[in-house]
């Protein structure tokens, strides 16, 4: 079935390779081999074992991909407990774009009683601790992103729009899962506020569901396994656009 098509967005569409689950023996062709298939950059995820359970690669792989790769953008997207700890660094590997997440700065408690009780309630952010931390990024020359996890409510991104580049929803909890649809009205949310903005969406974003996140307003799109595990990725980057497409 054809994917359902939506009106195109003010901000430019763009496609992000996921290279997580690329073969990691083989990053420097398969980063290429992305490219190659029309991927606008590339989506590195750094988890540091303590703000998501997983544990991925740090700087030096940025480190040692730069210079193998002129020209194509790096976004290092920071699934970590320290956020600003790692801007130098980064920076200093060759990264283009610093996505960084809300929910270190913020404090972050239980529903408290009942079933429900392990729920996460995310609040009270850290409003100069996390500006501190975008100024940091700024200095180091990289672009922006502020991310927020599902059970993050999206009102708490609001005051940092305007100081960031680009505002990326999670579409599933970071490290694990499949696409979450209930995380679109986040998205329309985000649209309908700010009409230029670059917002992200990650996490299971496939051709078979790309047409709701450009119903909700995503222009910027990570694809992970949908993408890096076909044998024709260029036919992926295509359709994830056509939705777009009047």
């Not at 290279?19 to 420097?28: P, R, W």
């Amino acid at each position: 079935m054809q994917p359902q098509q939506c009106q195109p967005h003010s901000p430019p569409v763009k496609v992000a390779a996921s290279i997580l689950n690329s073969d990691l023996a083989e990053l420097h062709s398969e980063c290429n081999r992305m490219i190659s298939a029309g991927s606008d950059f590339l989506h590195l995820d750094v988890m540091d074992g303590h703000f998501v359970p997983n544990l991925t690669f740090g700087h030096p792989v940025v480190q040692c991909l730069r210079p193998k790769l002129p020209g194509v953008l790096l976004e290092v997207h920071m699934m970590v407990s320290k956020p600003r700890q790692w801007v130098q660094p980064m920076a200093s590997a060759g990264a283009n774009q610093y996505t960084f997440h809300l929910e270190p700065f913020c404090q972050i408690g239980s529903t408290g009683g009942g079933s429900d009780s392990s729920s996460p309630v995310v609040g009270n952010v850290d409003t100069e601790a996390c500006s501190e931390c975008i100024r940091h990024i700024r200095e180091n020359r990289m672009r922006v992103g502020l991310g927020i996890s599902p059970d993050t409510p999206v009102h708490l991104v609001f005051p940092f729009v305007e100081s960031v580049d680009q505002i990326l929803v999670m579409t599933v909890h970071p490290g694990f899962g499949s696409f979450m649809s209930d995380m679109m009205p986040k998205v329309k949310s985000l649209r309908d506020r700010y009409a230029t903005l670059d917002i992200e969406v990650d996490g299971g974003v496939t051709p078979d569901n790309v047409a709701q996140c450009a119903s909700a307003g995503a222009n910027v799109l990570v694809s992970g396994t949908a993408l890096i595990k076909s044998p024709d990725p260029a036919a992926v980057v295509a359709r994830l656009k056509s939705v777009y497409k009047s």
